[in-house]
């Protein structure tokens, strides 16, 4: 059974650095055709993908923000991170890490619980 889970600062201030990590047990991260995704959902909004990072450690972004998104990886600890730069109020989420195999239907096969980030002074 895979387990993910979200780990962070539940607040962040404006023009900070939001970084979370999401930690995976029962499977590897480099296991072939697997996707890890991070996804976020604003109050009161539906979901929204922000990017993965594959089994062989390419990254995939969401072009409106791709320019302040960056996704990595520590095999060592079968862990991935996201980090979002300059955030503001509207970054405000629940942010999710979740596993995708874009050949599989359902796509999404295991979510992390999500955990709450707030941006605000």
């Known amino acids: 059974q895979v387990q993910l889970q979200e780990s962070g600062p539940g607040l962040v201030k404006p023009s900070q650095t939001l970084s979370l990590s999401c930690t995976v047990s029962?499977?590897?991260?480099?296991?072939?055709?697997?996707?890890w995704n991070w996804i976020r959902q604003p109050p009161g909004k539906g979901l929204e993908w922000m990017g993965a990072?594959?089994?062989?450690?390419?990254?995939v972004y969401s072009p409106s923000l791709k320019s302040r998104t960056s996704i990595s990886r520590d095999t060592s600890k079968n862990q991935f991170t996201l980090q979002l730069t300059s955030v503001t109020p509207e970054d405000t989420a629940v942010y999710y890490c979740?596993?995708?195999?874009?050949?599989?239907?359902?796509?999404?096969?295991?979510w992390g619980q999500g955990t709450q980030v707030t941006v605000s002074s």
């Open positions: 979740a596993r995708s195999d874009p050949a599989r239907v359902p796509e999404y096969d295991y």
């Open positions: 029962g499977g590897s991260i480099t296991i072939n055709s697997f996707y």
């Open positions: 990072i594959t089994y062989s450690g390419s990254t």
